[in-house]
Nanobody, 125 residues
Framework: QVQLVESGGGSVQTGGSVRLSCAAS????????VGWFRQAPGKEREFVAA????????NYLDSVKGRFTISRDNVANTVHLQMNRLKPEDTAVYYC??????????????????WGQGTQLTVSS
């Protein structure tokens, strides 16, 4: 089964940019629908972005549209989340997730079978 490892989190100031990466091992990530979710302290995990198996289909949480971009790097077996114009409310632990069954899994948490351990992003004002 596929294992997912997120990286790229850290601390950044408001307005800054960060690129998160979700690297896969034990499977070919291009064969999975992939999503990014985040969880802030005291809040439920929420959907951020998703990409279809082929990469043609993407979807975003309304509050990140125009600022975040999800993309695939099939050579590196990785999915990226480029985050620009960051805001303090983007502070959270970010998780990537993979679904081996569907072409596109979107924002439905239960669709995803495999999850990474998460990476912390802190945006300071």
């Amino acid at each position: 089964q596929v294992q997912l490892v997120e990286s790229g989190g850290g601390s950044v100031q408001t307005g800054g940019s960060v690129r998160l990466s979700c690297a896969a091992s034990g499977g070919t990530l291009s064969s999975y629908a992939v999503g990014w979710f985040r969880q802030a302290p005291g809040k439920e995990r929420e959907f951020v972005a998703a990409i279809s198996r082929g990469g043609a289909g993407t979807n975003y949480l309304d509050s990140v549209k125009g600022r975040f971009t999800i993309s695939r790097d099939n050579v590196a077996n990785t999915v990226h989340l480029q985050m620009n114009r960051l805001k303090p409310e983007d502070t959270a632990v970010y998780y990537c997730a993979a679904d081996p069954t569907r072409y596109y899994s979107g924002s439905t948490y239960a669709n995803y079978d495999y999850w990474g351990q998460g990476t912390q992003l802190t945006v300071s004002s």
